[in-house]
DNA sequence: CGCTAGCTTGATGGTACTCAACCGCAGTGG
DNA sequence: CCACTGCGGTTGAGTACCATCAAGCTAGCG
């Protein structure tokens, strides 16, 4: 079996460290490792170089609700002001560029375009959280559990029969989606009984048939 | 009876406008009216002086997502890059002033801060977007319908026994908060059984016991 | 070979959706 | 003045989907 193709968008890597003209702030982080807390001063941003971050807010009665998954090429940090407002960590070995808001803000001064870039990306990370909202309230389970799979097959270089990485566990997809893990294990096993995927280990997957995973996750288009 | 308050966080009104030196750009909505749609050329923001705009996106089947209402102080147009993302409306007798993209990039390079302010507003918009996907995620039914209330009494300055506006109609707010109208309005009646609050017309509601509304909301705090 | 963690499968029940009828108010016209 | 109509909202009965509780399975590892 090859090995599972990982999740990168590779153009937008390094990014920012050119713009800034600075080489610092490289970090790794170990499996389940902590990045920031809630709390924690958000004093600058983060770029995934490799690996996977993993958002999330523990709630009171102890559930869980992962806010985002983060793959090479993210920038993590949007949407917090002076502190974080969620924990970050890591979910397998995973390289990260510290990106210093002053220093950011000082870039801007004198690259202005730099603002608008920045701008754009908050936006789209919006735009992003707004289509997790569509996907969380209007979609059944099966849907949002082929929303989910499409997307990761989308931001991998997704090719026909390639197994792709499912770098999270079940229990994190579930807490992603706002399912439980029973549901999450029972729709992956029906879309696998339908030959749309295989699951060729726990940590991966291969879409068999990419207009069934399309039609499954539906409901994403605006009548317009 | 009194006038229901309406909602306004009036510190913010006139906040752009002052930084750019401009008076230019005010416009009447009345209700039902088109303020843009998805699609078209976001040159722009909004900022709602009076009244209420409503965000929406209608899908192929038919179902309708609202994504925000807009009170006075508020700013539409984050989250959209070039173009628009959604439709927007008014559900009332709206005024708003239009903020145009290019001056207030120039107004950027003057005054720094104020692109810092912006990315701040941006970074607002998202985390109460991650909210309201954390929102239609965990909560039942009944909570959403509290949270949705009680983010109205916060926003509108509430004070123990005044009734408050609830400009937007019972399928608004199904299509907002993940429901049916049927839901809604089943969870509304409880609500009032219980006398946690009262509704004197369709478009207003009392809040008789805020703790109660609190409780019934619940859920929104994090362990740290 | 036995242990464990992660995952799968099964049985049951509750919440919210669906379909349907009804209510109350406002506007309209005879 | 009153019947008619339309619309937004409420209430009721039945159902589907997903959560819960529980047990069994599988891969990996000492």
């Known amino acids: 079996m090859q090995p599972a193709a990982s999740l990168s968008t590779s153009s937008e890597v390094h990014l920012w460290s050119e713009a800034l003209g600075t080489s610092s702030g490289c970090r790794s982080i170990s499996n389940a490792e902590v990045l920031f807390r809630e709390g924690d001063e958000a004093s600058g941003f983060y770029e995934v170089l490799s690996g996977t971050l993993r958002g999330y807010k523990i709630f009171a009665d102890g559930s869980r609700q992962i806010i985002s998954f983060?793959?090479?090429?993210?920038?993590?940090?949007f949407g917090h002001g002076e502190a974080f407002r969620f924990d970050c960590d890591a979910i397998a070995d995973t390289k990260v560029r510290f990106i210093p808001k002053n220093s950011l803000l000082k870039a801007i001064k004198e690259q202005p375009e730099l603002g608008e870039r920045l701008l754009t990306?908050?936006?789209?990370?919006?735009?992003?959280?707004?289509?997790?909202?569509?996907?969380?309230?209007?979609?059944?389970?099966?849907?949002?559990?082929?929303?989910?799979?499409?997307?990761?097959?989308?931001?991998?270089?997704w090719r026909p029969?390639?197994?792709?990485?499912?770098?999270?566990?079940?229990?994190?997809?579930?807490?992603?989606?706002?399912?439980?893990?029973?549901?999450?294990?029972?729709?992956?096993?029906?879309?696998?009984?339908?030959r749309v995927i295989d699951i060729p280990t726990r940590s991966s997957f291969v879409v068999n048939d990419m207009a069934a995973l399309r039609h499954a996750a539906q409901a994403e288009d605006t009548v317009h």
Do not use: W
């Not at 289509?131 to 997307?151: P, T």
């Not at 499912?166 to 096993?189: F, N, Y």
């Open 161 to 194: 029969g390639v197994a792709l990485a499912l770098p999270m566990c079940r229990q994190d997809i579930a807490d992603h989606l706002g399912l439980t893990i029973e549901t999450v294990s029972r729709t992956i096993t029906k879309m696998r009984a339908r």
């Open 70 to 77: 983060s793959y090479p090429g993210d920038i993590v940090g």
């Open 121 to 157: 990306m908050a936006s789209d990370e919006l735009a992003h959280t707004q289509d997790l909202s569509i996907l969380l309230c209007r979609k059944s389970a099966a849907e949002r559990i082929a929303s989910f799979l499409l997307n990761i097959a989308t931001r991998s270089n």
